[in-house]
């Protein structure tokens, strides 16, 4: 279960971005299968070529940011709708990710990367490298939580909520959705980038399909742990991201077929999107919401009575 915990976290990533597009932003971006292999794939290429894996991590990162500002763009200047924007990116990335690499594959066996010491010293998938990955979650839910809390960030907020509102406020919402996108993407180009190191290799079907198994770690999440702070919703979906890989890799490991992974992942979307909408959720939710809004205040809670003074004395 190691791996799995070790892959729930380094998909967070990917899934922190998705947040911010489909909860944040209310924008359905599919160019999430398109950027995660470019993130991976411009990082493989660089590393191969004898780049630092520094570098060559923060060059997927900026990678996948240009993939969504495209997306940004072709919707906000080009006034193309926000699925069919994100259908084009990721359809161009599919040529372009196979114009960066060369080949379908591009191993990275015998290459220095980020996560060559824990490799090599043979912590990699040990207790130490979960908390590594931890640790990169950390920074990167923090960093969001205080971008969320900036100016921007509530601007980028105040767009998703309402954007005529936003509009009517001052805000440029054209901007916030390039700006939201482009964030976005660049997140899970990072995260394609770090998969690709601790996988060993880009492919180029290693996106396919990803923007379900982001979806189901942010709704999955959502589901167990609801709140209306955003420190809440980001701790939401890491936890998310953690379950839907325990899932997949407790599918796997009882027998059943790898190629039906993405059919449970669309079903576990299913059950998250349907489930907390039953009548025993439901009531189960506003029985909590009724007693967090009216307190059971009894006798020792409430205030005495004052004893009558002045004119009403007598």
């Known amino acids: 279960m190691i791996i799995a915990l070790q892959l729930g976290l380094l998909y967070a990533v990917m899934a922190l971005g998705v947040y911010l597009t489909y909860r944040v932003l209310d924008f359905p971006d599919l160019t999430v299968d398109g950027s995660f292999t470019t993130g991976a ?30 997306t940004g763009l072709l919707h906000t200047a080009g006034r193309i709708n926000p699925l069919l924007a994100g259908i084009l990116t990721q359809i161009a990335l599919y040529s372009i990710n196979l114009r960066i690499m060369g080949k379908a594959n591009v191993p990275l066996l015998g290459q220095t990367t980020l996560l060559s010491p824990l490799r090599d010293s043979g912590q990699l998938t040990t207790w130490v490298g979960v908390g590594v990955f931890a640790g990169v979650v950390l920074a990167v839910g923090l960093v969001t939580v205080w971008f969320l ?41 990072l ?48 936890l998310g991201s953690i379950v839907y890989r325990g899932v997949i890799q407790i599918a796997l490991g009882v027998g059943l077929n790898p190629n039906d992974m993405k059919l449970i992942s669309a079903v576990l979307v299913v059950v998250a999107l349907v489930l907390p909408r039953t009548a025993p959720l439901r009531q189960w939710r506003r029985l909590r919401a009724s007693r967090v809004a009216v307190p059971d205040l009894t006798e020792t809670d409430a205030p005495e009575a004052a004893a009558p003074t002045g004119e009403a004395a007598r």
């Open 41 to 70: 794939s411009v990082t493989s290429v660089l590393i191969v070529g004898g780049q630092s894996p520094l570098l060559a991590t923060v060059a997927g990162l900026l990678a996948g940011a240009v993939a969504g500002c495209v």
């Open 149 to 189: 809390g900036t100016d921007m960030g509530v601007a980028l907020r105040a767009t998703g909520d309402n954007e005529a509102m936003a509009s009517s406020q001052g805000v440029s919402v054209d901007r916030a959705k390039v700006l939201g996108l482009t964030i976005s993407n660049a997140l899970v180009g």
């Open 191 to 238: 995260c394609g980038a770090l998969v690709a190191q601790f996988a060993g290799f880009a492919d180029i079907s290693m996106g396919i399909g990803l923007i379900v198994a982001g979806l189901a770690s942010v709704i999955i999440g959502q589901a167990l742990l609801s709140g209306r702070t955003v420190w809440v919703a980001v701790v939401a979906v890491v």
